[in-house]
């Protein structure tokens, strides 16, 4: 359950005024969009998922313990994971190490599954990447850094134990993010991460009675969205206080729901925001934010068939889901 030595960084330390905002959803949910609508705020400072060992080497070296997705329940001593989020948390400065970190690992950096990968290379860029330090400066009074996550479901309420944030979970259609997975053949999507880390089965999968997933790809596939998102509404019960939005919502009025949302948030509303809206709100595919957003709610029944829907129904079905039911595929 994560390194248990001693924290050298004491509790009381915690980021404060103006409380950062920490937005966690499954891969492919929709959080990018909307952490980039979200900083177009006057003052907001945008951190994209500094926890992706292929975006931040730094997670490299603090989540070598824990995995891709740590299972991390409040009170856990995890130190190295706790400093990278109070890096990210106070901004995310990107010194000369994490610059040269990014060089060793070279331009096939987003291809390595650094877990468990026995790579000299990978090694040393976590090395020199490790516990990284926040800006000597530190972060505006009046910034409000914004932190995207689409590896924190499971340490979830551990975060907003260890430091004072508000929480936004995202969630998205499953048949959507399935659907969005086989488009993109994510990465995630391939590795079976989550089916070996002994911390799931015994903090998940034994208490649910969930069984491991067989071979046929949808079903692993539909197993891992069953996971997470059996996860994130289990800790969202617990924590009435979490901000909640569903990506077909924001799809169906964007600047209605956003601007909403911004007033829940405490963020400014103004014209760059609605501009970013007006402007991404355009064709596009794989990774782009660029999306016709009244097209996106339904657009897994076009994109799958009969057996992979079936196939994700069955398996959703072994987990305890409260936030979709079977109105949600009729």
């Not at 966690?24 to 400072?45: D, E, I, N, Q």
């Not at 291809?111 to 020199?128: C, M, N, Q």
């Not at 939005?245 to 799809?251: K, N, V, W, Y």
Request: net charge negative.
């Amino acid at each position: 359950m994560g390194d248990r030595g001693p924290d050298p960084t004491p509790r009381e330390l915690r980021v404060t005024s103006p409380r950062p905002i920490v937005i966690v959803g499954l891969p492919r949910s929709g959080t990018t969009w909307t952490l980039r609508a979200l900083r177009s705020a006057a003052g907001a400072h945008a951190v994209l998922e500094p926890d992706n060992e292929d975006m931040h080497p730094a997670a490299i070296h603090a989540k070598r313990q824990v995995g891709r997705y740590p299972v991390l329940e409040p009170g856990t001593a995890s130190a190295a994971y706790r400093s990278l989020w109070e890096w990210a948390l106070l901004g995310a400065h990107e010194d000369r190490r994490a610059r040269l970190a990014r060089r060793i690992l070279g331009p096939g950096a987003r291809s390595r599954l650094h877990e468990g990968r026995s790579d000299p290379i990978t090694r040393l860029a976590s090395i020199v990447a490790k516990d990284p330090r926040p800006a000597p400066e530190g972060v505006d009074g009046a910034t409000r850094v914004l932190v995207k996550s689409i590896h924190a479901q499971l340490a979830l309420e551990w975060l907003a134990d260890e430091f004072e944030i508000d929480v936004l979970v995202l969630l998205r259609h499953p048949a959507n993010v399935l659907a969005s997975w086989m488009e993109v053949n994510l990465k995630d999507a391939r590795n079976a991460t989550l089916e070996t880390r002994p911390e799931v089965r015994s903090h998940y999968l034994e208490r649910w009675g969930v069984p491991l997933p067989g071979t046929d790809p949808i079903e692993r596939m539909s197993w891992r969205i069953g996971l997470l998102t059996a996860a994130l509404d289990e800790a969202r019960s617990r924590h009435p206080e979490w901000r909640l939005r569903r990506h077909e919502e924001l799809c169906a009025d964007p600047p209605g729901q956003f601007r909403e949302l911004y007033t829940d948030l405490g963020l400014p509303w103004g014209a760059p925001s609605e501009a970013f809206l007006e402007e991404h709100d355009t064709p596009g595919s794989g990774f782009a934010v660029d999306r016709v957003a009244a097209e996106l709610p339904d657009s897994w029944r076009r994109r799958l068939d009969d057996d992979q829907v079936a196939t994700l129904r069955r398996v959703l079905g072994w987990f305890p889901i409260t936030s979709w039911d079977d109105e949600d595929f009729a």
